[in-house]
Structures are given as structure tokens and as C-alpha cells.
């Protein structure tokens, strides 16, 4: 009877469960005001999209209805609506059986449909092509992801989804990979990616890596923390440096008071106390105006090995994105005159090409070592089983960069005890290496080298 | 005397080659014209589609020559107008286009090219469209069309406008193509 009885309720209950559980899926994101109702400024069918979206994702259309694209009239309808013929259209549920197909992904072309000025600048810097280049172009560093931070080598089978882990939690995040899209149409892989993606429509660079979505505030895009998000850690501890910086300190002082929304070009000394990120490297200010090319003000290259590379002088010839030396160097200084005295300003970039030069010094001591190793078949095959090499490594890519980059930036700490003194200990370790591998003409076992990198 | 005739008569070979061109330069301004040419249907049947053909909106119909012939001077309307005109006499002569699939590379190519030789010009696009910011004007496209007024841009009109002429055309190829492979 009471078997029976369970029964009963069981068949009774079954179906509120069903809706009540197919409803739950329907509307994941469950906010307070799920419904937005506008009557104005857009056509209809835009207006179909926005109170569609409000009730599907809310969260989305908030932000949205709180920025500058909104009191402009622009909606989901501008960005998102592509042709039928796009690499990556597809129809949401609201606009099945219908001419009208969207895309989830908006590439820089359609970005610069409106802000043509501000893509055509951004193309033409490190930001965009050569941000992505390490992930999709070089096969050292494809290698890196997947066969060592995949864990092939230590038997994940090659291919297996394990394997790209790194990859895209890691390395696509900041510097951007190739979009892939599946059969449907929709990414599989690369997406959301940062400021190097490369679209399937062609296109190159992420607004949103900067601009977050669906704000696109300016404030937000000004503020140093934005650029800390990939500047940062022991390879390039940029926001770090930054914080540490007398500019970084007044910022963490007064930064809540100071005036963030000014418009392009008419954000001035005033609107703050002291520059941020954005400010030097990119902003109009005094009779400079402003730029996305983040590559235009800089002289020196302080990204790779070898320690004098004048922007556009010495570096490559095929990469004309990374800058123009001399004409860098005087915008930056014009930028530094707005605050600063001409004997400031000399004296503070003396300083830094004198860091550089002493880099470049010791660069060029440990890159004869290890060339002369190479000659004589003293190195190890796999680079990260050898103690030289990890500390060649960590010499240029960490320590070398830090001593550079805190320089640059007024980071005395990272200049030199995350720098130049970690330079100099990486050196004698290096030398001693090198030493003993030539007396005795063979590789010592084991590494002599710590399994973590010096910090 | 000799001279005199020489001259009337000259002067008549003259007057009749004048009107047999101006008649050609005339007719050959009209899209039934351009669509003598087999290659030229599906641009005509898009055409009469899209927002500059005669089916939508009953606004001012735009002509080929309106767009695909720079309208900055005379000479240069003609001169261009002779180029093209010979360029697809012996394209279609040489049948350089005659598939769907040929069409459909070429106009998938200038969709993923930033840069490309225009092939509709703003001089005509401005003939009717004056007023880039203002009445009538979104107030979405100020920014788009400041950039562009002031020069701050080679981007041209269609490179935003994209399917004003023709729709979505790379759709359009990929469908004959898909019909052309299936039926052949």
C-alpha cells in the first residue's frame, strides 16, 4: 500500500520536476530584474535582441545599458549582426528561420567600422600580429605548449585534450591565438583570447582586451591594473614595477580623486596627479596626440635577448611593429616635459641606457659562452634538462628583462635585486658552468641547477 | 573650294562619329547593358534586390555606373569607363569568370583583404549621399563618418557598406557554386 502510495506521488511530482528543471536550464543567469522593456532609439529588430538578451543574459545587457555604446545607439544588433556568407555565422534560438545571422565573435574589422583611426594605429603595433606570434607562429614555442607544459613528454598521449591546456588557459589569454571553429561554426579553441586573436574574417587584435565587454569604459581601459592583468609576474612585473614607481605611489594615493573620463586627446596633467600606464604610452596629452600604437613612444626593445635593440633601427626588418627607435624616444621625452624639467628628463633616460648598455654587456659575454658550448657539443639536446641552458633562460627572459624594464619604469627594486644583482649571481653560476664543462670536456650530472626558477 | 568640302564633309564624319558614341557612352549607362554580358546577371539580379536596385524601399535607384565609375571629372569618368569597358570585353571573351567558383574566390578575397582597389568609388557613392553627419543620419555613424570626413581614414564607403550593392554577393556565389557542383 505504501509502496503503491510513493508511486502515486512519484508519477505526480515527475512532471513539475521536468519543467521545473528544464526552466532552470533555460534561465541560467538568475538576476533580479530579468526583463528590459525600451521603446526608443533603436529598430525593431535591435530591440527584439536587447529584451531577448535581458532575460537570457542579463548580466550582459547591464552592462551594456551603462555604457557610451548604449546613449549612442549602438546595441547588440550593430556588432554582432553579420551575413549569412561570415566565417563564424551562426543563429541563436531567437532568430532561427529568419535572414538575420550573428556572430559571438567580434573581430577588430568590425570595431573599426566606427573607431577606423584607433584600429588602423592598433595594427601597426606590437599589440597586435606580433602579440600572437609566439603561439601561432614559432614552432620552438608550440613545442614548449604542448610536448613540455602539455606533458607529452612525460606521457600524455600527443593530441589528447590534456595537451592544450596550457595553451588556453594560459598563453592565448594574453597574447592571443588563431580562432578555430568547429563544424557548427562556433570556436572550439582560441576564443575568448587576448589582444594578438586572429579572427577567421581576417581580422587582428582584440578591442576587448583593453575595452571589456559590454562596458567598453574608458576609465576602465585607463586604469593601470587593466594592462597589469598580462604585465605582470617574474618575466615582465610591469604593474608591479609600476606600483613600486613615485607615478605608481600617487596613483595608490589619490587615483580614487582624479578624473578618469575626460575625452581622448583632452585627458590632461590635472585630470591626474601622475601618469599612468595609458598616459605615457598611449594618451594625448600636451601637444602629442593620442595613439594605439603602444609601439610609438618606445626606443629601446626591452622584451628580448640580445640587450641593445633599437625599435625599428636593429630589430627585424619584417617586423615593423615593434617601433621607430630615435622618433620614440622623442615622444616619450615629450610626454616626460609635460611634468618634468629637460634636466629631469635627460638625466632619468640616461640612466636607462646606461642599464641597457650593462645588460647587453653581460648578455653578450653569456650568448659567447653558450655559442662557444654549442661549437663543441657541450649542451645538452633538450635545453630544459640543462642547467646552462635553463640559466641562459632565466638570464634573458626574467632577470634581464626586470633590471630593463625597472629602469625604464622607476622600479628600483626590480632593477636591481630582481635584477641586476640576480643578473650578476646568474652570471658566475653561468661562467662556472662553462668552466668546468670545457676543463673537463664533458656535461656534469645532474643538474646543478634549482628545479624552480630564481626569483 | 577643295578645302572647303573637305572640311563640311569632315566636319559631318566628325558630327555622326560624336553621336554614335555619345549613343553608345548612353546606352552603355544603362544596366541592361552591363547585363549583356551573361557574367553580369547575378550582379544585376542582387542589384535589383538590395537597397540601390528597385525593390527595396522605392528610394533613388542607383545605376552601375553610378558606383563602379569614379564621378570626379569628365575626362576621368570616360577614361575609366573605356579602361573597364575593354577590361570586360576581353575577360568575358577569354571566359576568365565564367564559373560561379571563379567569382566566388575572387569576391571571398576582397571580403578578407583590408586594403583593395576599389571597385565601387565614393565619388559616386557622394554624388547622392551629401550629408555624413546630421539630419536624417544615425547618431550611431558620427564617429565612423567623422573619421572619414576628416580624412583620419582610407577606409571607403563600402568598406563599412558592404552589401548595399549586392547583398551578402559571397553568399549568393556560394549557393551557385553548391547548385553548379550538385547539378554538374
Not at chain 1, 555604446?69 to 553579420?82: E, I, L, R, W
Not at chain 1, 629637460?342 to 653578450?364: E, S
Amino acid at each position: 500500500m505504501r509502496e503503491r502510495l510513493f508511486k502515486v506521488l512519484a508519477l505526480l511530482v515527475a512532471p513539475f520536476l521536468w519543467v521545473s528543471l528544464a526552466f532552470a536550464d533555460y534561465y541560467p543567469n538568475l538576476v533580479k530584474t530579468p526583463s528590459l522593456v525600451i521603446k526608443r532609439g533603436f529598430s525593431k529588430q535591435a530591440l527584439e535582441c536587447i529584451q531577448c538578451h535581458a532575460k537570457e543574459t542579463p548580466g550582459i545587457v547591464l552592462q551594456w545599458k551603462q555604457s557610451k555604446m548604449s546613449h549612442a545607439g549602438v546595441s547588440c544588433y550593430d556588432c554582432h549582426v553579420v551575413p549569412k556568407s561570415y566565417p563564424s555565422a551562426i543563429q541563436c534560438p531567437g532568430i532561427k528561420g529568419t535572414n538575420v545571422y550573428i556572430s559571438p565573435l567580434v573581430s577588430p574589422k568590425t570595431c573599426g567600422k566606427c573607431h577606423p583611426k584607433e584600429v588602423e594605429q592598433f595594427s601597426k603595433s606590437g599589440h597586435a600580429r606580433l602579440a600572437s606570434r609566439p603561439v601561432v607562429d614559432v614552432p620552438k614555442l608550440k613545442k614548449l605548449q604542448f610536448y613540455f607544459e602539455g606533458g607529452e613528454f612525460a606521457g600524455v598521449p600527443k593530441g589528447d585534450a590534456k595537451t592544450t591546456a596550457p595553451r588556453e588557459t594560459g598563453c592565448i589569454k594574453c597574447h592571443g591565438g588563431k580562432i578555430v571553429l568547429g563544424p557548427d561554426k562556433r570556436p572550439i579553441s582560441g576564443w575568448p583570447g587576448g589582444i594578438g586573436t586572429r579572427y577567421p574574417d581576417g581580422g587582428v587584435g582584440s578591442c576587448v582586451a583593453c575595452h571589456y565587454r559590454h562596458t567598453f569604459s574608458i576609465e576602465q581601459a585607463r586604469k593601470p591594473e587593466t594592462c597589469g592583468r598580462c604585465h605582470l609576474g617574474p618575466d615582465h612585473p610591469d604593474i608591479e614595477i609600476y606600483y613600486e614607481s613615485k607615478h605608481g605611489q600617487l596613483y595608490l594615493a589619490h587615483g580614487k580623486e582624479w578624473r578618469w573620463n575626460s575625452a581622448p586627446d583632452a585627458w590632461e596633467p590635472g585630470d591626474y596627479e601622475a601618469p599612468t600606464c595609458a598616459v605615457c604610452h598611449m594618451s594625448g596629452i600636451g601637444d602629442l596626440s593620442t595613439t594605439h600604437n603602444i609601439s610609438e613612444r618606445l626606443y629601446w626593445d626591452l622584451m628580448h635577448k640580445k640587450g641593445t635593440l633599437v625599435r625599428g633601427v636593429n630589430t627585424p626588418k619584417d617586423q615593423p611593429e615593434r617601433g621607430y627607435g630615435p622618433r620614440g624616444r622623442k615622444l616619450m621625452k615629450r610626454v616626460c616635459l609635460n611634468c618634468h624639467s629637460r634636466l629631469q628628463t635627460d638625466a632619468f633616460f640616461k640612466n636607462l641606457d646606461n642599464a641597457v648598455k650593462l645588460y647587453d654587456y653581460y648578455y653578450t659575454k653569456v650568448n659567447a659562452m653558450l655559442q662557444d658550448l654549442k661549437k663543441r657539443g657541450l649542451l645538452k639536446k633538450d635545453p630544459w634538462s640543462d642547467g646552462f641552458q635553463e640559466l641562459y633562460y632565466y638570464f634573458w627572459h626574467h632577470a634581464g628583462r626586470r633590471a630593463r624594464q625597472g629602469s625604464a619604469m622607476d622600479g628600483p627594486d626590480y632593477a636591481h635585486w630582481h635584477g641586476f644583482f640576480q643578473l650578476f649571481q646568474i652570471y658566475k653560476d653561468m661562467e662556472a658552468i662553462y668552466k668546468w664543462r670545457i676543463t673537463h670536456g664533458k656535461i656534469e650530472e645532474p643538474s646543478t641547477v634549482m628545479p624552480t626558477a630564481p626569483e | 573650294m577643295k578645302t572647303l568640302w573637305g572640311f563640311i564633309i569632315g566636319f559631318v564624319v566628325c558630327g555622326i562619329c560624336f553621336f554614335l558614341i555619345a549613343s553608345e557612352v548612353y546606352y552603355s549607362n544603362t544596366p541592361r547593358s552591363c547585363m549583356s554580358c551573361h557574367e553580369m546577371r547575378v550582379f544585376y539580379n542582387t542589384w535589383k534586390l538590395s537597397a540601390h536596385g528597385l525593390a527595396e524601399k522605392g528610394a533613388v535607384r542607383a545605376k552601375c555606373v553610378d558606383c563602379h565609375l569614379p564621378h570626379t571629372s569628365l575626362s576621368g569618368y570616360l577614361l575609366a569607363k573605356a579602361r573597364a569597358g575593354l577590361h570586360d570585353y576581353l575577360a568575358h571573351f577569354s571566359g576568365k569568370m565564367n564559373t560561379p567558383e571563379k567569382w566566388l574566390d575572387y569576391v571571398k578575397q576582397r571580403e578578407m583583404r583590408e586594403t583593395v582597389k576599389p571597385i565601387a568609388f565614393d565619388s559616386g557613392c557622394r554624388q547622392c549621399h551629401k550629408v555624413l553627419i546630421g539630419n536624417g543620419i544615425p547618431l550611431k555613424a558620427i564617429k565612423a563618418h567623422k573619421a572619414y570626413l576628416l580624412g583620419e581614414t582610407k577606409k571607403t564607403c563600402v568598406s563599412c557598406h558592404r552589401s548595399v550593392g549586392h547583398g551578402d554577393i559571397v553568399s549568393t556565389f556560394t549557393e551557385l557554386t553548391r547548385k553548379q557542383n550538385k547539378g554538374g
